[in-house]
């Protein structure tokens, strides 16, 4: 299984970008995925997932500023974010969890600053 994550970069405080996920090696649509990040310091956390049949769940601090989507036709997976904060800013790695396993891919770099 490989995961890409990309679409990362610098955003001002309120502005948006849109993260990808590309994955090969395996039936995509059958698995749940999902997002978590890293912030420098810091624990990582779980932001978004989204089940084979499209449920949704989100960590408190991003719900109604995020939105996670998926595309099975094209194995990629989305990330929207938008009225973004300056804690927002971690590395964002793009996952699919498979049975007990939890795959993962290259992160992208996101940083909300002025």
């Known amino acids: 299984v490989q995961l890409q994550a990309f679409g990362g970069g610098l955003v001002q405080p309120g502005g948006s970008l849109r993260l990808s996920c590309a994955a090969s090696?395996?039936?995509?649509?059958?698995?749940?995925m999902g997002w978590y990040r890293q912030a420098p310091g810091k624990q990582r956390e779980l932001v978004a997932l989204?089940?084979?049949?499209?449920?949704?769940n989100y960590l408190t601090s991003v719900k109604g500023r995020f939105t996670i989507s998926r595309d099975n036709a094209k194995n990629a997976m989305y990330l929207q974010m938008d009225s973004l904060k300056p804690e927002d800013t971690a590395a964002y790695y793009c996952?699919?969890?498979?049975?007990?396993?939890?795959?993962w891919g290259q992160g992208t770099l996101v940083t909300v600053s002025s």
């Open positions: 996952n699919i969890f498979i049975g007990n396993t939890i795959y």
């Open positions: 989204i089940t084979n049949g499209g449920n949704t």
């Open positions: 090696g395996t039936i995509f649509s059958l698995y749940t």
